[in-house]
């Protein structure tokens, strides 16, 4: 459903194909694959572009991307690979299932994944790579807005060479951001979705306070926006609140896959980590409540059915993928 919002966006077709560029191949073009898929196809690369869900597949063709039949195929010629996919499970599966797209990759190509993932599952990918074929993680931020308007900040981990090489693709999508060797791009990534899922869970818990206190909401968000509580949660993601939308962009079921994976790197620290536990127990009662696929945000629409407070706001709040 709002996928097709997010894809039919008001762009002129690709220009022509710039051949001194390295071919592409893209497989994922959901919510925030379709977006940075077009951005490469209108900067002129040739790309080449996978799907299981013909709809999706077809929106970027539209645009200007070559349709491939299988992962197997999208890989075939790729000198630059990507994937974004929801879930590490999807990633596995399209590179090293039947038909993966790992063991058509040649040697001289890089492999580029988008995906929030295990770092290692990509070392384990990685090893059984054929010879030649270079790995890097790539895990975006940004939302569905960043991924539209280029201006995600990325998080590469792999060795210099193979990073330099992909950087002016990336640089494309917004900022890129070397975070060391393989697999610490995941690890960054994660830590930047952990504060967010604190800071989201926080300001639901904010505006309950305050307005259960007789402060009215618009003040309320004003006050935050220009103090110390100000942060890119009560900017980019409060209007999706205050328009009872909840940001749909994004699900609670991908919000606890993130939190497992943050689980997993917490188990290196030595330390208690309550916020971290407090802001996942939060989103699993509002999983359990509103069903795996209810919009991100519905962590705070929790409080508000509990409270029986209302968080709508008026005013013109356009939607982040409209932005």
Not at 42 to 71: C, M, P, W
Not at 165 to 187: A, E, M, Q, S
Not at 243 to 251: C, K, L, M, R
């Amino acid at each position: 459903m709002y996928l097709s919002i997010i894809v039919n966006v008001k762009m002129n077709r690709a220009k022509d194909v710039d051949h001194s560029k390295p071919k592409i191949g893209f497989i994922g073009c959901g919510n925030m694959g379709a977006p940075m898929c077009l951005r490469l196809v209108h900067a002129g690369y040739q790309v080449t572009a996978f799907d299981i869900n013909e709809q999706s597949l077809k929106r970027v063709v539209d645009h200007g991307a070559h349709a491939a039949k299988s992962a197997a195929e999208c890989a075939i010629g790729a000198e630059i690979f990507l994937t974004s996919l929801p879930r590490p499970d999807h990633v596995e599966a399209v590179m090293t299932g039947d038909n993966g797209a790992l063991a058509s990759l040649k040697s001289g190509s890089i492999w580029v994944d988008l995906t929030t993932n295990r770092k290692e599952l990509i070392e384990a990918i990685a090893a059984s790579a054929p010879i030649g074929v270079q790995v890097v993680d790539c895990p975006v931020t940004g939302a569905v807005d960043g991924a539209r308007n280029g201006k995600l900040t990325l998080f590469i981990g792999g060795d210099l060479d193979s990073v330099a090489k992909v950087t002016p693709v990336l640089n494309h999508l917004g900022l890129v951001i070397h975070c060391g060797p393989r697999g610490t791009g995941n690890v960054v990534k994660l830590v930047t979705n952990q504060l967010w899922f604190i800071a989201a869970a926080a300001l639901g818990e904010g505006f309950a306070i305050g307005i259960g206190n007789g402060v009215e909401l618009g003040t309320l968000w004003h006050a935050i926006k220009e103090s110390v509580g100000d942060s890119f949660v009560a900017r980019h993601d409060a209007p999706s609140i205050f328009a009872g939308h909840y940001d749909p962009s994004f699900s609670l079921d991908l919000c606890m896959k993130d939190l497992n994976l943050i689980k997993e790197l917490g188990s290196a620290v030595t330390a208690s980590l309550p916020m971290t536990d407090a802001a996942r127990n939060a989103f699993s009662l509002a999983k359990e409540r509103y069903g795996a696929n209810a919009a991100e945000l519905h962590v705070v629409k929790r409080i508000e059915d509990d409270a029986k407070i209302s968080m709508r706001l008026d005013g013109d709040w356009t939607p982040p993928w409209e932005q």
